[in-house]
């Protein structure tokens, strides 16, 4: 079985299950993407650790890694495996030094563990032949609805929004001063604002380039 490997390539709101999440994966080595509806706390939970935030407290994927390695249990790779009657099905593939064995998972869950390994990501190709979106027809969709849209702000600006994982920061006023800043994202840590706490760190790193 020859695995396909992957790349996270944006994670937004569904369009079509409110309260969900787009989880959009693309191939590396070609034009297809595949698109997975994930629920809230799992996109939470994959979004904190793109965007390298610390939770105030550990969340359940950083408690399985914590198990893990308290056990001697590596993580090798993440594999979404199969799609059956819409579902996705995923395995995650562990090794305790003398053997590897593999654990069937949620594909949300085992991306959200596999983000805090640091582990590759793959799926097989009757999966992409399926549920894969060819990357040059959706270009060439994306660049029509555009054009029709020109005229109307307002749904472009919602839709634009909606492509990203964390909305763009907003600027904050100038008397900010980098220890309010610091506060404030340790305000946001400690209510579990992680969205808000995103927008505050990228305002930092800014301000330290």
Do not use: W
């Given at each position: 079985?020859?695995?396909i490997?992957l790349?996270?390539?944006?994670?937004?709101?569904?369009?079509?299950?409110?309260?969900?999440?787009a989880?959009?994966?693309?191939?590396?080595?070609?034009?297809?993407?595949?698109?997975?509806?994930?629920?809230?706390?799992?996109?939470?939970?994959?979004?904190?650790?793109?965007?390298?935030?610390?939770?105030?407290?550990?969340?359940?994927?950083?408690?399985?890694?914590?198990?893990?390695?308290?056990?001697?249990?590596?993580?090798?790779?993440?594999?979404?495996?199969?799609?059956?009657?819409?579902v996705?099905?995923?395995?995650?593939?562990?090794?305790?030094?003398?053997?590897?064995?593999?654990?069937?998972?949620?594909?949300?869950?085992?991306?959200?563990?596999?983000?805090?390994?640091?582990?590759?990501?793959?799926?097989?190709?009757?999966?992409?032949?399926?549920?894969?979106?060819?990357?040059?027809?959706?270009?060439?969709?994306?660049?029509?609805?555009?054009?029709d849209?020109?005229?109307?702000?307002?749904?472009?600006?919602?839709?634009?929004d909606?492509t990203?994982?964390?909305?763009?920061?907003?600027?904050?006023?100038?008397?900010?001063?980098?220890?309010?800043?610091?506060?404030?994202?340790?305000?946001?840590?400690?209510?579990?604002?992680y969205?808000?706490?995103?927008?505050?760190?990228?305002?930092?790193?800014?301000?330290?380039?």
């Amino acid at each position: 079985m020859k695995k396909i490997p992957l790349e996270i390539l944006g994670l937004s709101s569904s369009q079509s299950q409110s309260g969900s999440f787009a989880l959009i994966l693309g191939e590396k080595t070609g034009n297809r993407r595949l698109p997975i509806i994930i629920g809230m706390f799992e996109a939470q939970s994959i979004a904190i650790q793109i965007e390298k935030i610390s939770p105030n407290r550990p969340l359940t994927h950083d408690l399985f890694r914590s198990f893990a390695e308290q056990v001697h249990v590596a993580v090798l790779e993440v594999v979404i495996s199969d799609l059956k009657e819409g579902v996705f099905y995923s395995k995650i593939v562990c090794s305790d030094g003398a053997s590897t064995f593999e654990l069937d998972s949620r594909p949300s869950d085992a991306i959200a563990i596999g983000l805090r390994f640091g582990v590759p990501i793959f799926t097989v190709e009757s999966v992409l032949s399926e549920a894969g979106i060819i990357l040059s027809d959706l270009d060439e969709t994306d660049a029509d609805d555009s054009d029709d849209d020109d005229d109307d702000d307002t749904d472009t600006d919602a839709n634009s929004d909606e492509t990203r994982a964390t909305p763009p920061p907003r600027e904050p006023s100038g008397q900010v001063s980098l220890d309010e800043l610091t506060k404030m994202l340790a305000q946001a840590l400690e209510r579990e604002d992680y969205e808000k706490a995103a927008k505050i760190r990228d305002e930092l790193n800014k301000r330290g380039d």
